[in-house]
């Protein structure tokens, strides 16, 4: 059966990796669109400062989050790390870049320009009305 989900992943920069840090601190309170706005809503160069006042925003004490951007052992920073490792391991080095996974084939990297080309192609569309046909 064809199935899709969307996850939302980073492939930052070194620059930009404590903000991706930032980003997976505020998910675990449930935080992390709420800092994803108000991080682009910024029309400002971030720097650490600007970063650690967003997260104090957000109600997280900022030399706890000083602390654990410190901490090479923090999950968060663990989790961006195992992004950064995938998106190496799949090709991806750029962002938003899209993964089709279909069954039996290798996994594809796409951005918003290739991937109409790669589902619409010959292999993808059989694997998708073989998948529909099954499913009547």
Same mark, same amino acid.
């Given at each position: 059966? !064809?199935s899709?989900?969307a996850? &939302?992943?980073r ?6 990796r %404590?903000a %991706? %840090?930032l980003? *997976?601190m !505020? !998910?675990e309170?449930g935080k992390?669109? =709420?800092? /994803?706005?108000?991080? #682009?809503?910024? #029309? =400002?160069q971030?720097?650490r400062a600007?970063y650690?006042a /967003?997260m $104090?925003h957000?109600?997280? *004490?900022?030399?706890a989050? $000083?602390r654990r951007?410190?901490?090479?052992e923090d999950? !968060? /920073?663990?989790?961006?790390? #195992?992004?950064e490792?995938?998106a190496?391991g799949? @090709?991806?080095? &750029? =962002?938003?870049?899209?993964v089709?996974?279909? &069954? @039996?084939?290798?996994?594809?990297s %796409? ?6 080309? /790669?589902?619409?192609s &010959? =292999?993808i569309q059989?694997i998708?009305?073989?998948?529909t046909?099954a499913? *009547?």
């Amino acid at each position: 059966r !064809a199935s899709s989900r969307a996850t &939302a992943r980073r492939s930052p920069s070194v620059s930009s990796r %404590a903000a %991706a %840090a930032l980003s *997976e601190m !505020a !998910a675990e309170d449930g935080k992390f669109w =709420t800092f /994803i706005e108000t991080l #682009h809503g910024r #029309h =400002t160069q971030m720097d650490r400062a600007a970063y650690l006042a /967003i997260m $104090e925003h957000l109600g997280f *004490e900022p030399d706890a989050v $000083e602390r654990r951007l410190s901490d090479p052992e923090d999950p !968060a /920073i663990a989790r961006v790390l #195992h992004d950064e490792d995938l998106a190496a391991g799949l @090709g991806i080095n &750029a =962002t938003p870049t899209f993964v089709v996974l279909a &069954a @039996g084939q290798k996994p594809v990297s %796409a951005n918003q320009k290739t991937l109409p080309r /790669i589902l619409n192609s &010959a =292999t993808i569309q059989s694997i998708l009305l073989r998948s529909t046909n099954a499913s *009547e």
